[in-house]
């Protein structure tokens, strides 16, 4: 699958595979294209995007499919969170009727049934007295608890993919560590599958089991967690591990080959 | 606050100049194509016209445009082109006039303001503010309630309403380039801090204030009309596209030209001043135009 | 939000205060005698000696002004000297009729302005939006007095079918009420229509581009419940910001369409009196003006905290 955005191609000739059950950790610096690729999966490109190729998803091309029913996968079996949880919730709607949203926008769930599961689904993701966080406006709220909220909205269908972009980037490092632990649990509880799109290697090696390295728009590597961190074979993807804080190489890696799509 | 995350691959501009030119968008063109036709209408028809702007010829009253009158003729005969054209030249002079006296005001005020800060600020801006508080026609009627009318006062009555607007534009603009320079001002080499900024604030002001002054002048062209046309603007037999519009009531139940053709002048121009101003700011800013992912 | 709305009155109070201060200093700025000027050829010296004491001219000037602060404060504007009417009564009489016309305005003006402006920012790029930035150009440059003009000969010596001046009060009747408002109500609607159409374009374009509305598109919410119940919600907020900026603009539109269609409004109060140089009326109009510039302000300040939920709790 190829993406641009009427330049050069910002991801491409892009194959993944993603089993149920897997979390597969997409990996690489800014500019390499992951997020691109995951909004390409979500549907959630801007106007001037243009994709070729396939997205294959429980049996189905996401990309030839029509937008109505692009619609219902998505927040059901297809969900996401992304980097920055203040600004992911509406901040005129309370959280409560945020969450409700998402059973509205899928179904006939009455609204008892539907403030009932909202409830239930703040206290699985750990924020205190429910009910009355379910009037709370986002604003009110810190950045942990609104990546809380935004987990409990995408995992409250039980998605069979949920693919988190950069879900922890934006938090200080304790609600970092607080969100990837109920992430590992949420997971095992809620969702198939899990496209974890991050630059961190060290969020990678808690909760992958597969990792994808993504450089200038390509997959460079892919293989289990372990096998990648022990021994890796491409040039950047050594390169990666090196700069992680404790294992730094004596020597300077030569720069890959290829070039970024764009330069921060 | 929006997670931006540099991936967008636009196709961008190779060179400096390059860039400069694709920013001169068409907005700006048709504006100042558009001012260029007033001017011209405004100076040269007088010139080139058979007709003087006062001739009355009581044969030719309430006749439909035709090939001796382009605009047709009001109720006495005189010819509406050439009155036209008049009444463009007062309306510009007074849009010119009434802006370069706000300018005068305002520049200095919103400089002092912004750069000073603290109770000078406030000094200056809350006694505008006061005045920003009322309706700009009705600020100008009332200078005019005082002083009479005629163009001499209501180019100062104008101004004072735009004095506000100017300074408050000034002064964000001081306001922006002093945070920037401040501390390049510290390690100046001699040269007051006052020096510094002023030097500095001006180019970066020039824009901003630009295109201000451009929307006010569209303004000035609606403000004089309107005052004219309620009787409190020019004073006749000084020519304006307000006036003319007032005179031609009585008659536009069957010769509706007569309002008209001086409505359709006045839009053209004020038209003309906004689309300058929406081009200039494009032109400033294409950040605006391009949005991001 | 009380403490909000607290705060926005305290500021009210001496911008107000600075407003009659300046509208007292109207009369006492007119050059030569403002008595002769008032009087104009009926200037008997007796009359003349009568009318300075009832200005107060004989008094120092701060007297003058707290004499007629008070006067205000308890509704008293004086008198006219043409009728010796109470110039309360006249400004209450004709108030109603100036708040109809711009409260209709308003209403014509948003409900015109921001469909077109949703559509525009929508279909960005396309037709549709380029079709409506030109209308809204058109619209921001058109007088709009000459605008009643048109839609007179248009509709009302043209076609016949709408009242060309003149007001029936409501409780008259209601349908002879609205069909004289129509008319006067639309031309000054236009201006502002232009207007507010840009700024709902630019906000909902500011509001689409943001980071919930593409989290709320992945929780597979309708398009068209994105963009009404979510973006327009958000963009609202700028949006009513100018319309409270505007609210200058309609009032003094007001003014001259009042003239053009001959209602009975304070700004026709205005204008005559100014005409007439009937001072006191004029202070007292003029103030009547700024007065309600203010409070459409503070109305604006209003809806604009109880649509922004983050005014409405505690600063964080």
Redo the contacts between chains.
């Keep these: 699958m190829t993406a ?5 191609p ?1 991801v491409q000739s892009v194959s993944l595979r993603l089993e149920h059950g897997d979390v597969l950790g997409l990996v690489g610096e ?4 992951k ?2 690729l995951g909004r390409c999966v979500l549907g959630l490109l ?1 106007e ?1 995007a243009r994709v070729e190729g396939e997205i294959v998803f429980e049996g189905r091309d996401l990309v030839a499919m029509p937008a109505a029913e692009k619609r219902s996968l998505l927040g059901a079996q297809l969900s996401a969170v ?3 949880p ?2 992911s919730l509406d901040p005129v709607f309370t959280i409560g009727d945020q969450i409700v949203e998402v059973f509205h926008a899928h179904g006939d769930t009455s609204r008892a049934q539907a403030r009932a599961a909202a409830i239930r689904l703040l206290s699985e993701v750990g924020i205190p007295a429910p009910e009355t966080r379910l009037k709370a406006y986002p604003h009110e709220l810190s950045g942990g608890m609104n990546q809380r909220v935004a987990l409990a909205i995408a995992l409250a269908l039980n998605p069979s993919l949920l693919i988190a972009d ?1 879900p922890t980037s ?1 938090l200080d490092v304790t609600v970092q560590a607080q969100i990837l632990r109920l992430l590992r649990s949420l997971i095992d509880e809620h969702a198939g599958g899990v496209l974890l799109i991050t630059h961190d290697l060290g969020v990678v090696a808690q909760l992958c089991n597969r990792v994808a390295v993504m450089y200038a728009g390509e997959i460079v590597e892919e293989a289990p967690v372990r096998q990648l961190f022990a021994a890796p074979t491409h040039d950047y993807t050594k390169q990666l591990l090196a700069s992680l804080p404790g294992r730094a190489r004596r020597q300077r890696p030569a720069r890959a080959a290829g070039r970024p ?2 330069e ?1 | ?3 931006t ?7 961008r501009p190779a060179t400096r100049i390059q860039r400069v030119r694709s920013r001169l968008n068409p907005t700006l063109a048709v504006g100042l194509g558009l001012l260029a036709v007033v001017i011209v209408i405004a100076f040269v028809v007088p010139l080139l016209s058979p007709y003087e702007t006062d001739e009355i010829r009581a044969g030719d009253a309430l006749s439909a445009p035709s090939s001796e009158h382009w605009l047709g003729a009001d109720n006495l005969g005189r010819d509406i082109l050439v009155r036209v054209a008049d009444g463009y030249r007062i309306s510009l002079s007074v849009a010119v006039g009434s802006v370069a006296l706000a300018l005068l005001v305002g520049l200095p005020l919103g400089l002092i303001a912004g750069y000073a800060g603290g109770w000078i600020d406030n000094l200056v801006m ?2 505008l ?3 920003m ?6 600020l100008a ?2 200078v ?4 009479g009318t005629g163009v001499a006062v209501l180019l100062p009555a104008i101004g004072i309403v735009y004095v506000p607007i100017i300074a408050r534009v000034m002064r964000a603009s001081t306001l922006a380039t002093r945070r920037e320079l401040f501390v390049e001002a510290a390690r100046a080499r001699g040269a007051s801090r006052w020096r510094i900024v002023v030097r500095h604030v001006l180019p970066n002001s020039v824009g901003p204030v630009t295109v201000q002054a451009s929307i006010l002048m ?1 303004i000035a062209i ?1 403000l004089e ?2 005052l004219s ?4 603007g020019v004073r006749p037999p000084t020519p304006s596209l ?1 006036l003319m ?1 007032s005179d031609g ?1 009585d008659f ?2 069957n010769s ?1 030209w007569v ?2 053709a ?2 359709i002048a ?3 121009l ?2 003309a001043f ?2 300058i101003g ?1 081009g200039l700011h494009d032109w400033l800013d294409p950040r605006g135009r391009a ?3 | 939000m009380a403490r909000v709305l607290g705060g926005r009155l305290a500021l009210s109070v ?2 107000l205060l ?2 009659s201060v ?2 007292f200093l ?1 009369i006492r ?3 030569g005698d403002p008595v002769l000027a008032v009087l104009g050829l009926n200037a008997t010296p007796d009359l003349v000696a009568k009318l300075r004491e009832d200005l107060g001219l004989n008094d120092p000037i701060y007297v003058q002004y707290v004499n007629w602060l008070g006067g205000v404060l308890h509704g008293d504007f004086g008198l006219d000297y043409r009728s010796d009417e109470p110039i309360g009564q006249m400004l209450l009489d004709r108030l109603p009729v100036t708040l109809e016309l711009t409260a209709l305005s308003l209403v014509f003006a948003v409900l015109l302005a921001i469909p077109l402006g949703v559509v525009a920012a929508v279909r960005r790029g396309r037709v549709a939006d380029k079709a409506t930035q030109g209308i809204s ?2 619209g ?7 605008l009643g ?2 839609l007179i ?1 248009v509709f009302s ?1 043209g076609l016949g079918v709408l009242p060309s001046s003149g007001f029936v009060p409501f409780r008259e009747d209601p349908v002879e009420n609205i069909r004289h408002m129509i008319l006067p109500a639309s031309a000054l609607a236009a201006g502002l229509a232009a207007v507010l159409i840009r700024v709902t374009r630019s906000a909902m ?1 500011d509001v689409l ?3 919930y509305i593409r989290f709320t598109r992945s929780k597979g919410v309708q398009e068209r419940t994105v963009i009404f119940k979510h973006a327009l919600r958000n963009a609202s907020i700028p949006i009513v910001t100018v319309v409270g900026l505007q609210a ?2 309609l ?3 007001a ?2 369409i009042e ?1 053009v269609f001959a209602l009975p409004g304070v700004g026709r109060l ?2 005559d009196s ?2 007439q ?1 009937n ?1 006191p009326v ?1 202070q007292a109009s ?1 103030l009547m ?2 007065l309600m ?2 409070l459409t302000n503070l109305a604006a300040d209003l809806l604009y905290a109880v649509l922004n939920p983050k005014l409405r709790t505690a600063a964080q």
Excluded: C
């Design positions: 641009s955005y009427g330049g050069p910002v800014s500019g390499s294209g997020t691109t801007p001037n992304f980097q920055n203040m600004s950069e934006a799509a764009a921060v | 606050m929006t997670a995350t540099v991936e967008r691959v636009g196709a809350r006694p503010d006061v005045l508080a009322f309706p700009a026609i009705l009627i009332t005019m309630a005082i002083f569209g609606l009309a309107a046309f309620i009787g409190l307000g519009l009531r536009m139940a509706a309002v008209a001086p409505g006045i839009m053209v004020v038209l906004n689309l929406d949005r991001p992912r | 001496p911008m600075g407003m300046l509208v109207i700025l007119v050059p150009l058109v921001i440059s058109v007088p709009d007095f000459w003009i048109m000969l010596l374009l581009h943001e980071d200058g603009y009032l003094g539109g003014i001259v003239q205005v204008l100014v005409l140089r001072y004029v003029v003006v700024g510039f203010v």
